[in-house]
């Protein structure tokens, strides 16, 4: 897989004798961020065109369109709020494929992960007792969801590490097995009756952003967007400051370099799938803790798939992710807003069309940039 | 249960999927990893319904699925090998295009967020579900004879070897003379227009499209390719396994015995056991996923 290693780095240049070698620079180099910025915009133009030839087949005007798409998103505060909670749960999501591709492996499970994690905390909600204060609460939650995925995210780790199963097909047909037990368990042994969701937690429920600023009143934005924002930061460091981190990149760079020098290639690979299970299982708590305070059949359908779209488009950076978590929330928050004008599902298309234009235009953008560099340099 | 009709519904449940996995076996032998069979499957379908709506005629919405599959197929190759994308990550930009672009076009065409209006398909209304009423339809003897056909084309023919030689070693194909390049795009567009074929009797077989229809059935498909280890007899009766556990779901819909969703899980709990090699490693093609730079 050849775009698996393209994806998962950021290439830096060969360091200059001069600078020590702890010193790491403040910004990275302008060939690093040209890289790293020109394939997103080029997705966005194209996305852009496709989205105004859709638009005109449908009779309407595209500024018409996407101006109604800025102001249903950005534009006030009930769908900002809207998209700030979406782009939560996707931020989780790309968290989780970001690392595996970092590692240079593919997470296509984060779907069924995600769920999981939802369901595993809702399950905890049901046996505490109520009255118990969130903030105790909150520990137990985070163990129990990111144990939900984390052990859907183990599964193939562990089949990759010790039979070399391909972590793509095994966590693709993981999806599948996982959303047929969980529809299994809540649709046979914990709904409420006449439901398709479990009964309510009884303490430890998130305060939502309406609660605190009147203006997000009715928004399904909740505080878990700041967990959110640590486990991003917490992701950086890990893969940036630790030694784990450092064993990761490696394997995801070159496994035959990092096994010679001594990495265990097995272990990083099922430790990266199952804390990338954990990290999608986590983002179960945005529905389960800061929104409906039950786990529903459905709660996230497709957030785990564009979580490979966020990961890919943010260049499996915790910064990028997060960037591109809000791009595609804006999207997806965006369509519900045009709806009256085109019909929604021209941002399912847009969304395809981000990531065919970026997947396709990473090697080739790199490839012209270098040809140019050596060019001026010559 | 009578024993016949268990068996003509199985097949009628096993056409879509041999089909689409005729087009995984050719996609993956020649290194270009199957996941879009659920994106040309649900393409298909639409283009079906809405060939066969306009024309008035089956045979249209057969054509237009073969080409809709086909450009689905075009646009996946074009990114994994001219401009030498991660297929997985095109693969699935593919899945939701499709999704994306037949919700698009079933709002613009019939105004409906749901389903398409009744469009003509082979069997004649009230013919039953037996296998009179299955050998009326065209579709099915495509189904039944796709994958012989795919092992002769593959084992007995230039063009097989070919496509096997660029699955396996690309480099020692082009070192010959082989255009890796152009045995893959042909065959996946050969792989897109058998997958567009599932969906088109999916659609010509209910009479309609209707939204997310082929719900998974490319994905069982391709789990099939793989429990049936790239070989086109092996696949073929993964397919009639599959098809036949979702018969007998179907049969004992109503009664505990067991859960349906449990009986849901056997094509991929199946295939994870055979990725696995507990019980004889599935060993996938050697330059499956990989573009040869060129």
Same mark, same amino acid.
């Given at each position: 897989m050849s775009m698996e290693r393209s994806l998962s780095t950021l290439p830096t240049d060969p360091p200059t004798p001069r600078t020590p070698p702890s010193a790491r620079p403040l910004l990275p180099s302008r060939a690093t961020l040209e890289e790293a910025i020109l394939p997103p915009l080029v997705a966005l133009m194209l996305a852009a065109v496709v989205g105004d030839l859709l638009i005109l087949s449908f009779g309407q005007s595209p500024s018409a369109v996407f101006h109604l798409l800025l102001e249903g998103t950005w534009g006030n505060a009930y769908g900002f709020g809207q998209v700030l909670y979406k782009a939560t749960t996707l931020v989780f999501t790309g968290l989780a494929v970001g690392l595996g591709l970092r590692a240079g492996l593919f997470n296509i499970g984060a779907e069924s992960q995600l769920a999981a994690g939802g369901f595993t905390a809702a399950m905890v909600g049901i046996l505490l007792p109520a009255g118990i204060p969130a903030l105790l609460c909150l520990p137990i939650y985070l163990i129990a969801a990111a144990l939900g995925g984390g052990v859907v995210g183990a599964v193939p780790g562990v089949l990759k590490a010790r039979f070399g199963a391909h972590e793509v097909i095994v966590t693709i047909m993981l999806n599948f097995v996982v959303l047929a037990l969980l529809n299994y368990l809540t649709s046979e042994k914990f709904h409420v009756p006449d439901t398709l969701h479990t009964a309510e937690l009884k303490s430890g429920a998130l305060p939502r952003l309406g609660d605190m600023f009147a203006a997000y009143h009715g928004s399904a934005a909740n505080v878990t967007i700041l967990l959110a924002l640590l486990a991003a930061f917490a992701l950086g460091w890990y893969l940036f400051r630790t030694r784990r981190g450092f064993e990761l990149r490696?394997? /995801? &760079?070159q496994p035959g370099a990092a096994e010679y020098a001594g990495v265990d290639v097995g272990g990083v690979t099922w430790r990266a799938l199952t804390i990338s299970g954990a990290l999608a299982g986590l983002g179960g708590l945005n529905f389960v803790l800061g929104y409906k305070h039950y786990y529903e059949e459905g709660f996230a359908t497709g957030a785990g798939f564009l979580g490979i779209a966020v990961a890919l488009v943010?260049?499996?950076?915790?910064?990028?992710?997060?960037?591109?978590?809000?791009?595609?929330?804006?999207?997806?928050?965006? /369509? &519900?807003?045009?709806n009256a004008l085109v019909p929604k599902?021209?941002?399912?298309?847009?969304?395809a069309v981000v990531i065919l234009a970026v997947s396709t235009s990473v090697p080739e953008v790199r490839r012209l940039l270098r040809s140019v560099r050596r060019s001026a340099d010559r | 249960m009578s024993l016949t009709a268990f068996l003509a519904q199985t097949l009628r449940i096993a056409i879509p999927y041999l089909l689409a996995a005729a087009g995984g076996v050719m996609s993956e032998r020649a290194g270009l990893i199957g996941l879009t069979l659920e994106g040309y499957m649900l393409g298909g379908a639409f283009c079906a319904a809405v060939g066969s709506y306009a024309a008035g005629a089956p045979w249209v919405g057969v054509v237009a699925a073969v080409?809709?599959?086909?450009?689905?197929a075009m646009l996946y190759a074009t990114s994994a090998i001219r401009f030498r994308a991660d297929q997985v990550v095109v693969g699935i930009a593919i899945n939701l295009l499709a999704i994306g672009l037949t919700r698009f076009f079933l709002r613009l065409f019939f105004d409906s967020s749901s389903n398409s209006p009744r469009v003509p398909g082979f069997t004649v209304r009230g013919s039953g579900t037996g296998f009179i009423a299955l050998l009326q339809n065209p579709l099915v003897w495509i189904g039944v004879l796709v994958m012989p056909l795919i092992a002769w084309l593959l084992y007995r023919t230039p063009f097989g070897l070919r496509v096997r030689a660029v699955g396996e070693h690309p480099g020692a194909a082009a070192s010959v003379g082989v255009s890796v390049a152009k045995v893959r795009y042909l065959a996946v567009a050969l792989s897109g227009m058998l997958a567009g074929l599932g969906g088109a009797y999916l659609a010509l077989d209910q009479h309609q499209f209707t939204d997310g229809m082929t719900a998974g059935r490319g994905f069982i498909a391709l789990a099939a390719t793989i429990f049936g280890r790239w070989d086109?007899?092996?696949?073929?009766?993964?397919?009639?396994?599959?098809?036949?556990?979702?018969t007998l779901q179907i049969r004992l819909q109503g009664s505990d015995a067991i859960p349906s969703q449990f009986v849901e899980m056997i094509p991929y709990v199946l295939t994870i056991v055979a990725l696995a090699g507990v019980v004889g490693r599935a060993i996938p093609p050697a330059a499956?996923?990989?573009?040869p730079s060129a």
């Open positions: 490696a394997v /995801g &760079l943010g260049r499996s950076h915790p910064v990028g992710i997060v960037l591109a978590a809000l791009l595609f929330a804006t999207l997806s928050q965006g /369509g &519900l807003a045009v599902q021209m941002v399912d298309v847009l969304q | 080409v809709g599959g086909a450009a689905l086109p007899k092996r696949a073929a009766l993964a397919c009639l396994l599959f098809a036949a556990a979702e499956l996923g990989r573009t």
